[in-house]
């Protein structure tokens, strides 16, 4: 049996995974509320995959809800998305990140717990190393100093792991530390549907290529790097998605307990003018930009080292940043002007 429920599945993240793990024979089965969605992502499921997607739409703190879900699904496995993640609004609203975010994960654990469900692959982030200077940072390298609320939410729900993990001898668990998703399906029927003004670069990008928005503002250009923009590592969001098949299979072939943390990164960094300027090269598009000052919380630079998920996982990136580029830009096009959700 390979039933999978998959919270936050009509997601930018959770949808991409979706389609790869029917690829792989899986059925995921989706939790999701489309709060931060539209019924869109369902459609472009549906072109990509051939098949009606299966969703719930409840929200994941609902413990009678998911206990339902459980119950008539009888899942074997659970990818728990689900979550909220704009950092700048966690700064203006830390309780709605608390509660949802360490909420849905503590609901979600009691109702697996109810149904014999063991393995569970979380989604964390690179936030939880913080500003770190041991770069590329390795699973090992320190955590707990995160910039936002949002960022100790995920330093939280991974203690939460650790912790129920060492209680319950049967639990199987991975934590997937992503460092930038970005990027679309390559078949431009999902991808990342911003709400309002992006936060995010490649959004931002993508947006002012197609004119909804004026210019792009750098955040920065003073800081110790090779052109004075930050670093990051930007990941192609099939290639993330597909490291959720890698560590699902990983757990199945595990004795309990299990409880691992993987980066999932490309293990290259590149600066914020690099992204720009590749854009405009693969696109043959210009991204009209000004440099601003620098954004608060922003970290100098995080990339990954990704020996221990090639070793352990068997899983490495197969797409470039330019790919990712071009697959965001023909995703923008097909949304057209509707790039703007407010
Ligand atoms: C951060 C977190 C990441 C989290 C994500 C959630 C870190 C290191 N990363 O990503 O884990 O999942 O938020 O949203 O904490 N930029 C501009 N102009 C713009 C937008 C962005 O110059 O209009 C720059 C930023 O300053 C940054 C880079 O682009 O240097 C990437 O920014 P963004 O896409 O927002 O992601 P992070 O902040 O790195």
New binding site residues.
């Given amino acids: 049996m390979n039933k999978v429920i998959v919270t936050g599945g009509a997601g930018f993240i959770g949808s991409h995974t979706y389609v790869e793990l029917m690829g792989a024979g899986m059925e995921p089965i989706i939790v999701d509320d489309l709060r931060n969605s539209e019924e869109r992502v369902l459609g472009g499921l549906e072109k990509i995959t051939g098949k009606k997607p299966v969703i719930h739409r409840i929200d994941c703190t609902d413990r009678d809800a998911m206990d339902r879900v459980f119950a008539a699904e009888k899942p074997s496995s659970v990818i728990h998305f689900a979550a909220d993640?704009?950092?700048g609004e966690s700064v203006q609203d830390p309780l709605k990140y608390y509660h949802n975010n360490i909420g849905s994960l503590a609901t979600l654990l009691r109702v697996m717990q109810g149904h014999g469900v063991k393995d569970v692959v979380f989604s964390s982030?690179?936030?939880v190393?913080g500003d770190s200077e041991d770069l590329p940072v390795t699973e090992n390298s320190a955590t707990g100093q995160?910039?936002?609320p949002?960022?100790y939410t995920k330093v939280v729900c991974e203690q939460m792991l650790r912790d129920v993990s060492a209680s319950d001898p049967g639990l199987r668990v991975v934590m997937l530390r992503?460092?930038?998703p970005i990027g679309a399906h390559p078949s431009a029927h999902i991808g990342e549907l911003p709400i309002g003004v992006?936060?995010?670069?490649?959004p931002?990008i993508t947006q002012t290529a197609a004119g909804i928005r004026e210019r792009?503002?750098?955040?920065?250009d003073d800081y110790p790097t090779r052109d004075g923009?930050?670093i990051?590592d930007y990941i192609h969001v099939v290639d993330l998605a597909k490291a959720h098949v890698a560590a699902l299979r990983w757990l199945s072939g595990r004795k309990a307990p299990v409880c691992e943390v993987f980066n999932l990164g490309t293990g290259q960094g590149n600066t914020?003018l690099e992204?720009v300027h590749t854009f405009e090269e693969v696109n043959g598009v210009k991204v009209p930009y000004v440099i601003?000052p620098?954004?608060a919380?922003?970290?100098v630079a995080?990339y990954a080292d990704t020996t221990k998920s090639s070793e352990v996982l068997g899983w490495r990136t197969e797409l470039t940043l330019a790919d990712a580029l071009r697959d965001a830009w023909h995703w923008q096009q097909a949304l057209g002007g509707e790039g703007e959700k407010e």
């Fill in positions: 993640k704009a950092v982030s690179c936030t190393y995160a910039a936002s949002y960022g992503y460092f930038n992006p936060n995010s670069l490649v931002y792009l503002t750098v955040h920065g923009s930050c990051r914020v992204a601003g620098r954004r919380g922003d970290v995080m």
